[in-house]
């Protein structure tokens, strides 16, 4: 499930602009993974993104949700572009938000490289994502504004880092 994390103060203050938080996939996406739906449409979400702001001149990749052939290989593709900064492997990890890097492989994680380019290509709407016409209407749906009524109730019973969108 696709949502937003908190980010530590130093990867907060150094690299993501001051930003406190991240979207970020819950599971693994890549081949031999469950693949969640949300988080691989906002796989696919970032990468149309990137390549809609840099024209690329790909075409975009449908964001149905179901991770293939042409889902890795745009991976692959971006993970190329990071210029070494992440593995090339196809596979998008979840990150905590507190390393930068994953600990086998010291490579920084493809899900912040994708949050750092969308935050600086497409800063305007990083904040809500929900705003940028790009987003597809099912993540759009997802990532609903919570019932407030039920939200102090919930954040003093799970003290987690997830990060409800209504909270900025």
């Known amino acids: 499930m696709t949502t937003k ?14 930003k406190d938080f991240f979207w970020a996939n819950i599971k693994h996406v890549g081949y031999g993974y469950a ?6 449409r906002l796989i696919q979400f970032f990468l ?21 052939g042409q889902t890795w290989a745009r991976i692959k593709w ?16 979840p990150a905590d938000g507190v390393r930068y890097c994953g600990p086998k492989t010291g490579k920084v994680y493809t899900i912040y490289q994708l949050n750092i380019d969308y935050l600086y290509l497409r800063g305007q709407y990083y904040d809500d994502i929900r705003r940028d016409p790009l987003l597809p209407v099912e993540l ?4 609903s504004v919570p019932d407030f009524s039920s939200m102090s109730s919930m954040s003093s ?12």
């Not at 980010?7 to 690299?15: A, G, K, M, T, V």
């Not at 759009?140 to 990532?143: E, I, M």
């Not at 799970?158 to 209504?166: E, P, R, T, V």
């Open 5 to 18: 994390l908190s980010l530590s103060e130093s990867l907060s203050r150094d690299i993501f602009r001051g």
């Open 35 to 40: 693949n969640l739906a949300t988080d691989v």
């Open 48 to 68: 149309n993104a990137y390549n809609d702001s840099v024209g690329a001149g790909l075409d975009p990749l449908v964001t149905d949700g179901k991770f293939g």
């Open 78 to 93: 971006y993970q190329k572009m990071a210029a070494g900064f992440a593995v090339v492997d196809g596979a998008v990890s």
């Open 140 to 143: 759009c749906n997802h990532f």
């Open 157 to 168: 019973q799970n003290n987690s880092k997830q990060i409800g969108l209504a909270s900025f």
